[in-house]
């Protein structure tokens, strides 16, 4: 009993400090890039070539559609003014004109043809998955995700940080219901390739930045892959509604160097790989912890 106790404390040392040093080492010099910024709009900054394609296509059908809709308010204005009963007392009675019909469904079908030919080789590109540098497994729980990295053996859970912790991990209070007190960590330039799933329900992996958003469903792995090309910090949140607290499971990227990259997975096998998983959450649940402090946060926020 004792050496059981004893070697729980060491392990919950080793996590808690080995945890807030590798929150530290890693966010020195990052920059958060990947966020919604207060009263802006449109898409957050695109560092993969799948966001921009993604950002691209939008551009496109904005495009495709504001011609459409300018066409069509035309028509209608040109109807109005010209066909009102006092400019055009004495309609036409015909009904039926064959190269009208033609015309009203040859020109949808084109549109939507040309609509496909754009959208389709992008959708293709974000679904074929590649052969990656980087194989990460991410699970949806309610409601936190779990990062497995299969190569080097050990995987962590990563909770949304209560307001009150978010300076002890670097972040300011702007980030709050983003920032975890973990993160996914990737090198930059590399090709990271994440396997989805669910633990429970439903749940969706997004990072707006990257361009991808994948459903993890319970029972199924589904593919996911990018390459960052800057260093940052990049946030995401869970995109498929999951149950109470769907709101309040963030996704945290960082994106760093190989040095820096090499430097965190030594440290996190030994942090996570040395304490299975089932003594982690016995600390957490044992411990006036994280988890706890977060339920409250979410609580106190849900009544707000
Ligand atoms: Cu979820």
Redo the contacts with the bound molecule.
């Keep these: 009993m004792r050496v059981q106790i004893k070697h729980l404390m060491v392990g919950m040392t080793s996590v808690f400090s080995a945890g807030m040093a590798g929150a530290v080492d890693v966010n020195q010099e990052l920059s958060i890039i990947g966020r919604p910024v207060n009263g802006e709009y449109g898409f957050q900054p695109s560092v993969t070539e799948l966001a921009r394609d993604v950002v691209w296509l939008d551009s496109a059908m904005l495009y495709i559609i504001t011609s459409i809709s300018l066409v069509v308010l035309g028509l209608i204005g040109w109807v109005v003014i010209r066909y009102n009963r006092r400019s055009n007392p004495h309609p036409a009675t015909f009904s039926h004109y064959t190269p009208v019909e033609i015309l009203w469904t040859v020109i949808p079908v084109l549109i939507l043809v040309v609509i496909g030919t754009l959208s389709l080789p992008i959708l293709f590109k974000q679904q074929i998955i590649p052969e990656g540098d980087i194989h990460i497994k991410a699970t949806?729980n309610?409601?936190y995700w779990n990062y497995e990295y299969p190569d080097h053996e050990f995987n962590f859970d990563s909770f949304m940080l209560a307001r009150d912790q978010l300076e002890e991990f670097g972040y300011s209070q702007d980030e709050y219901l983003l920032a975890t007190d973990t993160a996914m960590v990737v090198p930059v330039n590399k090709t990271v390739v994440i396997n989805v799933t669910g633990a429970d329900v439903i749940?969706?992996w997004t990072v707006p930045a990257f361009g991808v958003k994948q459903d993890g469903v319970p029972g199924r792995l589904a593919g996911l892959w990018f390459t960052p090309e800057v260093e940052g910090i990049f946030f995401g949140q869970?995109s498929?509604l999951?149950?109470k607290d769907?709101a309040y499971?963030p996704i945290t990227v960082k994106v760093v160097s190989q040095e820096a990259y090499d430097e965190w997975i030594s440290n996190a096998t030994a942090e996570y790989a040395e304490v299975p998983t089932q003594t982690r959450k016995l600390i957490v649940a044992e411990g006036q912890d994280q988890q706890q402090k977060i339920q409250t946060a979410v609580s106190t926020a849900r009544l707000q």
Aim: charged content about 10%; overall charge negative; aromatic content about 10%.
């Design positions: 949806g309610q409601w749940h969706s869970c498929e999951c149950g769907h499971m």
